[in-house]
């Protein structure tokens, strides 16, 4: 909704800039956070009762889908220029990315609210659970051009990525027999990992971030490299209305410093332990033998070797429609493939207030829920471009237990020129 803002070119390359110069500097640049749980509404699972919220366990496996995710997601921007040179724009951008994403199955859940009990005889599927904890640089070269009534943007990055820990289960299950009720494990999984500092026993060291010597060894380096594309087209159907396509974060990165995966597979059946077999005749109970019974029935290699993760796409369609001289209604549908697809729609409308002043509200549906209203601000007093933006602000100040995401931005840049003449509203 605020296509003036220079931030507005990572999602949809083909804006049309109100100035011909935008910079943003470390320290007042942009930073963003977004949250994700859509594993269940949180008021689906709980009831009040005699005033008292109690939550019901029960109610959570049914809430659950087959692979539910949690995510953190934290942008920093450090720097960018962009410059406005006859019909193109040219731009450069640094910026820091860290994500989180922690996938857990419906079955976990319901071995631990139900028991086993309530699975005899069947297969429990657990290869969903997952981890992807991803810290990288982007760095970026962009540009964008209009012809007639058609843009086109782009942009190319290079990636460097910092820290990495990744695990994607080929197949993780649990069959317990309907007779005597033993328990068969399968798994084959690889844990991924670079990039971590370690000891000299191999645990996570982070004493070594306090290392100044380090960390600026640890922020240069490009032993981790990877690359990205973005593109977007827009078409401009009237002087109102104009549509528009883009895809961005088509990219890898390929992890070889500091590299230390650990893979475990195999197959084995735990017949429970005889407890009362072994009372009744005064003998000891051996349960470290059972235990190395069963572990040695799985295969276990450590080794240093590089892999790939690959970023999470993005796709965004957009519509925008000029109501009035400063008021647009805008519609956007988005996804983001993480492993499965998570698409998301929203509508919202912005209203230009003076030369200075914009503000922008819109509603989404979201990771199953439609309660996510947007407020965004921003706020030009000379050439400081001043923005704020909250998607879901309702969830945590007035319904907190409808929590399933929430995004945040907040950030300054430097402004300077105009492609063209604003149109203020008059005083009246």
């Given at each position: 909704?605020f ?10 390359p ?7 110069v935008?910079?943003?500097l470390?320290?007042?640049?942009s ?10 509404v ?14 019901s ?18 942008d ?11 019909n ?14 922690l996938?857990y ?5 319901r071995m631990a ?17 997952g ?27 290079l990636?460097?990525?910092l ?7 080929q197949?993780?299950q649990?069959?317990i ?5 033993d328990h ?36 240069t380096?490009?032993?981790?490299p ?7 087209v ?20 390929q ?15 735990f ?14 109970i ?19 070797e ?6 999470p796409?993005k796709?965004?369609v ?16 988005y ?5 499965k697809?998570y ?5 919202g409308i912005?209203q ?9 509200f ?7 829920t439609i309660t ?12 400081l471009?001043?923005?704020?933006l909250a ?21 300054i ?15 009246r």
């Amino acid at each position: 909704m605020f296509q003036n803002v220079f931030q507005s070119s990572y999602l949809i390359p083909t804006v049309r800039p109100e100035h011909t110069v935008s910079i943003g500097l470390p320290g007042i640049s942009s930073i963003y956070f977004q949250a994700i749980h859509n594993g269940f509404v949180p008021n689906s699972v709980v009831e009040w009762v005699d005033d008292t919220l109690r939550l019901s366990p029960g109610k959570i496996p049914n809430e659950l889908n087959h692979q539910n995710m949690i995510f953190a997601n934290a942008d920093i921007d450090l720097f960018h220029l962009r410059l406005r040179i006859y019909n193109w724009n040219y731009w450069i951008g640094v910026r820091q990315r860290h994500s989180l994403s922690l996938f857990y199955p419906r079955d976990l859940f319901r071995m631990a609210i139900f028991g086993n009990a309530d699975m005899v005889g069947e297969t429990m599927d657990l290869g969903s659970f997952g981890i992807n904890a991803n810290l990288h640089r982007e760095y970026t070269f962009g540009l964008s051009t209009e012809l007639n009534k058609w843009a086109f943007g782009g942009r190319i990055s290079l990636l460097q990525g910092l820290s990495c820990l990744y695990l994607k289960p080929q197949k993780i299950q649990v069959t317990i027999d309907d007779d005597v009720y033993d328990h068969t494990f399968t798994n084959d999984g690889t844990l991924y990992s670079a990039g971590i500092p370690l000891t000299s026993d191999m645990m996570p060291n982070g004493d070594l971030f306090s290392n100044t010597e380090w960390l600026t060894s640890y922020l240069t380096r490009f032993r981790n490299p990877g690359a990205s594309l973005a593109f977007g087209v827009s078409y401009m159907f009237d002087q109102r209305t104009t549509f528009s396509l883009s895809f961005s974060d088509i990219g890898f990165i390929q992890w070889s410093d500091s590299t230390l995966n650990y893979r475990i597979r195999g197959e084995s059946t735990f017949e429970g332990i005889d407890a009362l077999g072994g009372f009744l005749t005064g003998g000891d109970i051996d349960i470290d033998s059972t235990i190395n019974a069963f572990r040695n029935n799985f295969s276990d290699e450590e080794f240093e070797e590089a892999f790939i993760t690959w970023l999470p796409p993005k796709f965004y369609v957009s519509a925008n429609y000029q109501l009035a001289r400063r008021t647009h209604l805008g519609f956007q549908l988005y996804s983001i493939i993480n492993r499965k697809n998570y698409p998301a729609f929203s509508v919202g409308i912005s209203q230009g207030i003076g030369r200075a002043f914009n503000i922008a509200f819109t509603g989404s549906f979201n990771q199953r829920t439609i309660t996510n209203l947007g407020l965004g601000l921003m706020v030009k007093p000379g050439p400081l471009q001043i923005f704020l933006l909250a998607d879901n602000y309702y969830t945590p100040l007035v319904d907190p237990l409808s929590f399933t995401n929430l995004n945040f931005r907040f950030g300054i840049n430097l402004v300077f020129g105009r492609v063209k003449t604003p149109q203020g509203l008059p005083y009246r």
